[in-house]
């Protein structure tokens, strides 16, 4: 490619210029993106369509009445604190009202709950900082929204303390020298800072949810690890091959630098699938993997190649002897690798290998035919947190039904509602307007249950009423994702075939790829569900099972893994072509393609693994959720579809790997 043929000339030329200005880049960005996880905030609706009937009865309720609907801040104190909660909370201008709602079943503990105001003498409460005048366990949807922000916060640091070390050990024993491995960790170090910087410009003019920090941060560093394992294993080998010089840094850009920008972009055209989504938590992600995943591929791309060039034979250095030998032999082609033979194992065995590995893949998946899901609320904090702990009181020791209280709108001359089956308490209606009236009901099970869903169906069935509150939300959000998933579907599929098409050059191979990720990911949605709705290894991963998935994770899941896995299907690929335009027969460029990416491959999963997977030491339970998944999914991706699937369906189908219909290849040309 002319376009990277260039920028490894001017990488070469201004070797000593880049790499200061990758320094002054970082400082700035560290300086800028400090703040960033302070400014991203967390609210209800995050995970709502604004143009839901939930989210537009929530707003119409808001405006009619200056006040937010439902309790934002509850307590739960004996008789006497409680009042004097109560008394607090009537004092202070940001509440419109607070009065008691209801006492616990064995009578030792009393639930009191604020409204807050959305205009009057104080819009915007601080809420942690009334939290802490009140007696009492102190909870509620805008004190959990500010612990999520608070314990993301910590959850990055935590992550990026530990994923560090673990990645330079790993990049040490991958290259078998410093200073190579220092290379990759240097460039995460620089992607995570400059995306820092890029998500505190972005939330400026676009919110974006808290939630997308530990994504979108992990990735920025694995993304950049991974591209520049890629480059620095290809430069050792154009270095063995030219010597030291701007032929080995030219060699390395045209040919990886090709791969690494179609898979730069693959992976963002797989998070902007996501866009078609029309809620913030979604979209939040989408936009966050937008940029960082070309930003990973031009740090790559622009840093590395200089780097390359001031180095030269020294990128070798600070190596044992017997490392040495063994980073020499790594960097020249052997027909005799061990990838190469297991290659060869694999297809003299395709069709055992491939329908073993299928059905494989079919079984781990199974477990997913079963999943429940439910929505995010204060259960997804750990159990530390007062909101946590206010929500397990309110389910353990209250009436069933007061943490789900359902919202009516009604519009008619009168606000009477027939009685209907699920229903434990009506409130008095207040008119808000010309015959329209606001109605709370209070339902006899909890928020998300099959009995609340149905009351709430059951309520939008008569006529002249909306229905809004966290069960109407939950079904709103789900009929969203089912209306908007084929169309996310569609464009992810189509712009993965096309830019594998590009890569390959061949018609079958997108198609295939297409197959083999869809298999993969069924199998990490199968060892989620065993994981986290059966709630298995809850002392290891240190959480406690919903019973369910929350409602967006498998789509989420499947745009990011989706990614990933046609990211290192490129890397394997791109070699298996580059192999096979040399004039190798089809089992030759698969065997020495495998050997030349296997390790690479292996090797750049288990960092991204570690980049990721380290959230799943998050104390948010959703975090948790996805960095297990996108390891889950990336690790399987690396053996049982790269290294089985790929090979045995690559044999089994020989020549026909590589046709395409003469105007498509023409098109390519």
């Not at 910590?154 to 040490?172: I, K, S, Y």
């Not at 080995?248 to 090709?258: N, Y």
């Not at 061990?338 to 290659?343: I, L, M």
């Not at 009516?408 to 207040?430: F, K, N, T």
Request: net charge positive; charged share 15%.
């Amino acid at each position: 490619m002319p376009m990277l043929a260039a920028l490894a000339d001017l990488a070469y030329r201004r070797a000593r210029w880049i790499a200061a200005g990758a320094v002054v880049l970082a400082v700035a960005a560290a300086l800028f993106g400090a703040s960033t996880p302070a400014r991203l905030e967390s609210s209800d609706d995050d995970f709502q369509n604004s143009g839901s009937e939930s989210f537009r009865t929530l707003d119409l309720l808001s405006r009619r009445t200056h006040v937010l609907p439902g309790p934002s801040l509850v307590v739960i104190a004996p008789p006497g604190q409680a009042a004097a909660a109560v008394a607090t909370l009537r004092r202070d201008p940001s509440v419109a009202r607070a009065d008691r709602l209801a006492v616990s079943r064995d009578r030792r503990l009393v639930l009191a709950g604020a409204w807050f105001r959305t205009r009057g003498p104080a819009e915007a409460p601080n809420v942690s900082q009334l939290a802490r005048t009140l007696p009492g366990l102190v909870g509620g949807s805008s004190l959990a929204n500010e612990q999520v922000g608070k314990q993301t916060e910590r959850d990055l640091v935590r992550a990026e303390t530990l994923a560090f070390p673990l990645l330079l050990l790993l990049t040490l024993w991958v290259f078998r020298g410093l200073v190579a491995a220092l290379l990759p960790v240097a460039a995460g170090l620089l992607a995570l800072l400059a995306t820092l910087a890029l998500l505190r410009l972005v939330n400026d003019v676009r919110p974006i949810s808290v939630f997308a920090l530990n994504l979108v941060s992990g990735a920025a560093i694995g993304l950049a690890i991974d591209y520049s394992l890629l480059l620095v294993t290809r430069f050792r080998e154009e270095l063995a091959r030219h010597g030291p010089g701007r032929a080995a840094v030219r060699a390395t850009l045209t040919t990886a630098g090709r791969t690494v920008a179609f898979s730069a972009l693959t992976v963002a055209a797989a998070f902007a699938s996501l866009l078609v989504f029309p809620l913030p938590y979604l979209r939040s992600m989408a936009i966050g993997g937008v940029v960082v995943a070309p930003l990973a591929g031009v740090v790559a791309l622009v840093l590395l190649p200089a780097l390359f060039a001031l180095l030269g034979e020294r990128v070798n250095a600070l190596a044992p002897r017997r490392w040495q030998r063994a980073a020499e032999r790594a960097a020249r082609p052997d027909e005799r690798g061990s990838w190469y033979r297991f290659a060869h194992w694999v297809m003299r065995r395709a069709p055992y290998v491939a329908v073993g590995s299928a059905t494989l893949l079919v079984v781990l998946g199974l477990p997913f035919l079963g999943v429940r899901f439910v929505g995010v609320d204060a259960a997804v904090l750990p159990p530390q947190s007062s909101a946590r702990q206010v929500d397990d009181l309110l389910r353990a020791r209250f009436a069933p039904g007061l943490d789900a209280q359902v919202h009516v709108l009604v519009a008619g001359a009168s606000p009477r509602l027939p009685r209907l089956p699920g229903i434990a308490a009506v409130g008095r209606p207040e008119r808000i307007g010309p015959r329209l009236w606001s109605v709370d009901i209070v339902p006899r099970s909890g928020a998300m249950t099959g009995q609340t869903k149905q009351l709430v169906r059951s309520l939008r069935e008569l006529p002249g009423v909306a229905v809004t509150g966290r069960t109407a939300w939950y079904l709103d959000t789900a009929a969203t994702l089912r209306a908007r998933l084929p169309l996310a579907l569609a464009v992810l599929g189509l712009t993965t075939f096309a830019l594998l098409f590009v890569v390959t050059g061949s018609f079958v191979l997108p198609l295939k790829a297409l197959v083999m990720n869809v298999l993969g990911l069924s199998a990490a949605f199968g060892i989620l569900v065993l994981v986290f709705q059966d709630g298995r290894l809850e002392s290891l991963l240190d959480y406690r099972s919903q019973s369910a998935l929350e409602l967006t994770q498998p789509v989420l899941l499947f745009a990011i893994a989706f990614g990933l896995a046609t990211d290192y299907g490129v890397f394997l690929f791109a070699r298996i072509r580059e192999a096979h335009d040399a004039g190798l027969p089809n089992r030759e460029a698969v065997a020495l393609g495998l050997e030349r990416t296997g390790r690479v491959i292996t090797a750049a999963a288990l960092l991204f693994c570690v980049a990721v997977g380290a959230f799943a030491t998050s104390g948010i339970l959703i975090v948790k959720e996805l960095g297990v998944g996108i390891a889950v999914a990336v690790a399987i991706d690396a053996t049982l579809v790269r290294a089985l699937l790929v090979p045995s369906l690559m044999a089994l189908l020989g020549d026909w790997n590589w046709w395409t219909p003469g105007p498509l290849r023409r098109f390519r040309r």
